[in-house]
Antibody, heavy 116, light 106 residues
Framework: EVKLVESGGGLVQPGGSLRLSCAAS????????MHWVRQAPGKGLVWLSC????????GSADSVKGRFTISRDNAKNTLYLQMNSLRAEDTAVYYC??????????WGQGTVVAVS | IQMTQSPSSLSASVGDRVTITCRAS??????LNWYQQKPGKAPKLLIY???SLQTGVPSRFSGSGSGTDFTLTISSLQPEDYATYYC?????????FGQGTRVEAK
């Protein structure tokens, strides 16, 4: 069974940092491009960043460029999101996700980040 | 790639047929997914690859389309279907989502 479990969220002051983790199991993690998506309270879903299977960073949304860094450890089957210079508008639920070549997506249950 | 979802909200009664559309700003083949989301919950995958029903999702949900125009249909709305629905394109490396459609009780 494919599982993605996010952790590392919490309450942080503006200007602070957090590192989110996404533990993957049930599939060959090293073979897949991975993504981070977030949803602010009462708002829609927003794609943030993705990283190729080999660790090449494929892209990031303008809203987080220069502040958030995606990375992965294929030996630990874990995806990361380092978030620096956090702002109130970064308050959201953060999800990790991937999709198979056939187009089927898999998501975690999310971790909550509150900046206040 | 921009995703334009419509309507942004609709009011419907139990038993109604509900249709939500999503238009991509460029050809995305069939790399289009639909999600249902209820307050405080993670998005739930309903349809992937435009028309493939996710395991466990009732058959009253269906999806269609290819290229730039896509449709999610609920053939007979049930009480548990009142929720917000999102489309998502994954053709591009940079995923994008529609703005959501809130389905409310009439």
């Amino acid at each position: 069974e494919v599982k993605l479990v996010e952790s590392g969220g919490g309450l942080v002051q503006p200007g602070g940092s957090l590192r989110l983790s996404c533990a993957a199991s049930g599939f060959t993690f090293r073979n897949y491009r991975m993504h981070w998506v977030r949803q602010a309270p009462g708002k829609g879903l927003v794609w943030l960043s993705c990283i190729d299977s080999d660790g090449s960073i494929t892209g990031s949304a303008d809203s987080v460029k220069g502040r958030f860094t995606i990375s992965r450890d294929n030996a630990k089957n874990t995806l990361y999101l380092q978030m620096n210079s956090l702002r109130a508008e970064d308050t959201a639920v953060y999800y990790c996700a991937f999709a198979t070549p056939a187009g089927k997506p898999y998501w975690g249950q999310g971790t909550v980040v509150a900046v206040s | 790639i921009q995703m334009t979802q419509s309507p942004s909200s609709l009011s419907a009664s139990v038993g109604d047929r509900v249709t939500i559309t999503c238009r991509a700003s460029q050809n995305i083949d069939t790399y289009l997914n639909w999600y249902q989301q209820k307050p405080g919950k993670a998005p739930k995958l309903l349809i992937y690859a435009s028309s493939s029903l996710q395991t466990g999702v009732p058959s009253r949900f269906s999806g269609s389309g290819s290229g730039t125009d896509f449709t999610l249909t609920i053939s007979s709305l049930q009480p548990e279907d009142y929720a917000t629905y999102y489309c998502q394109q994954i053709d591009s490396t940079l995923w994008t989502f529609g703005q959501g459609t809130r389905v409310e009780a009439k």
